[in-house]
């Protein structure tokens, strides 16, 4: 079991008292729900965000233990639907500047793009899966990073790829993930957002660990609210990979212009 970040007694004794003693326990949980917990206060909230991002302990962990299979059973191109690939292709060759894979695993998708002839590198917090790319793609550039807290100057990149890489943020975290995104973007760069679909914002049980649907509806909201404008979105229900509805955004950082 996880251990809870340090917020303080009061706050530990009230998430205890609603059976919260370990991040596995905030699962499926909606963190603003807990701001109505007495002792609960804002800076407890963010801690508890912070240790619930998809750079927390356990998603990395999880994702070093099983990284030689993910790599194996989707870190080619091969195991990518063809929409997708000319979704993610066509929306590269259109984007203007300096290119960003937001979570990009075994990097399969860097070293597609880089092929093409474009300027692209990618980022991940795992640190075997940023070592797996770089074995495979040796042409292609990669660093270990996280990316609600990327490295990038601000307003420096004509394009963010979030290929399914945002599907183990809570609903509570993501607003950070696309404001890092707006910063790091020029006004008119884009964004291509890849994930699960469904009815509602719900959390659902992953092969890795705890992921999450979003109607395609509530994450246009909140790009929106990020400051992107919907350009692009797309589903699809097709098995691969895997049985889950697909969605995909494409949306444009808004300009002061």
Do not use: N
Not at 81 to 96: G, K, N, Q, T, Y
Not at 141 to 161: C, K, N, P, Q, R
């Amino acid at each position: 079991m996880t251990a809870l970040p340090a917020i303080g007694a009061p706050a530990t004794r009230a998430l205890a008292a609603v059976g919260i003693r370990s991040l596995e326990d905030l699962r499926g949980r909606d963190l603003t729900e807990l701001a109505t917990l007495h002792g609960v206060g804002p800076k407890a909230l963010r801690l508890l965000a912070e240790a619930c991002s998809s750079s927390s302990p356990e998603v990395v962990d999880s994702y070093s233990a099983r990284a030689d299979e993910y790599a194996e059973l989707f870190g080619s191109m091969s195991s990518v639907h063809p929409s997708d690939e000319r979704l993610v292709s066509s929306w590269a060759r259109s984007a203007e500047g300096r290119l960003l894979d937001a979570g990009c695993g075994p990097g399969q998708w860097t070293a597609h793009l880089a092929g093409l002839g474009l300027d692209i590198s990618g980022v991940d917090r795992v640190p075997a899966f940023v070592e797996l790319a770089r074995r495979a793609h040796p042409e292609a550039s990669f660093a270990v990073g996280d990316i609600d807290a990327l490295e990038e100057e601000d307003g420096t990149l004509g394009g963010v790829l979030a290929w399914y890489s945002l599907i183990h943020h809570q609903p509570s975290v993501l607003p950070r993930a696309l404001a890092e995104f707006a910063r790091v973007l020029r006004p008119g760069g884009t964004l291509l957002v890849g994930f699960f679909t469904g009815p509602g914002v719900e959390a659902f049980d992953h092969a890795i660990t705890t992921a999450y649907r979003w109607p395609p509806e509530a994450l246009a909201d909140e790009l929106c609210a990020a400051g992107f404008e919907i350009l692009e979105t797309h589903t699809r229900t097709e098995q691969a990979p895997g049985p889950r509805p697909h969605g995909a955004i494409l949306a444009r950082l808004s300009s002061d212009d």
